[in-house]
């Protein structure tokens, strides 16, 4: 059995001021939020642009659209045949001319905000697309980057970076785990 150091990096109290913070810099980016949809990665991505569609209700007094986006279906690593894959046209929110924000938990090698990508896409030509993650570990494997972090966190490939959220796990931090 394979011994791992776990350290909490980041509390609840954190993670509140992080999304905060992140909720101002959204809207002082974009001037507003005028066309404004957050597009959050399942599953703890979604859980993040919920809370920050209900501060942006808090300070603007305006709802922003909120839309999941699953990305298996656009992922370069999987292992099914994904020529069978089909997308439900029920769930296709469409994104022309909007400016849409990504959110997503950790950004680590890029590869899912890359498959996000097709997936905003292919619901439309937003206006601009950008993205915001409460956690960036570095070790990216593409040329991508975040416009809104809530906190970076140098990592080594070995230690991996797990966030908690209430709705989701019942508690609320974030932990790197390192093999010892």
């Known amino acids: 059995m394979e011994n791992k150091t776990v350290v909490e990096v ?4 954190a993670i509140k001021r992080a999304l905060t913070r992140i909720t101002y810099e959204i809207i002082e980016k974009n001037k507003g939020i005028e066309k404004l949809v ?3 990665i399942r599953t703890r991505g979604i859980i993040l642009a919920q ?3 209900d501060r942006i209700l808090e300070l603007e007094g305006e709802l922003v659209e909120v839309i999941e986006l699953d990305t298996s279906l656009y ?5 099914d045949d994904a020529s069978t894959a089909q ?3 029920g769930h296709v929110q469409d994104v022309a001319g909007k400016k849409v924000v990504i959110i997503d938990d950790v950004l680590y090698t890029g590869r899912t905000i890359r498959a996000a990508l097709d997936a905003i896409i292919d619901r439309g030509r937003p206006e601009k697309i950008y993205l915001a993650v409460l956690v960036d570990r570095g070790n990216r494997e593409l040329p991508i980057r975040a416009d809104f972090v809530g906190k970076n966190l140098p990592t080594s490939r070995e230690e991996s970076v797990q966030v908690y959220l209430n709705e989701a796990d019942g508690k609320e931090h974030v932990d790197i ?3 010892s």
């Not at 980041?10 to 109290?13: T, Y």
């Open 38 to 40: 957050l597009a959050g």
């Open 75 to 79: 992922r370069d690593d999987r292992e």
């Open 87 to 89: 997308v439900s046209a």
């Open 177 to 179: 785990i390192k093999p």
């Open 51 to 53: 809370r920050i569609a």
């Open 10 to 13: 980041v509390n609840e109290a």
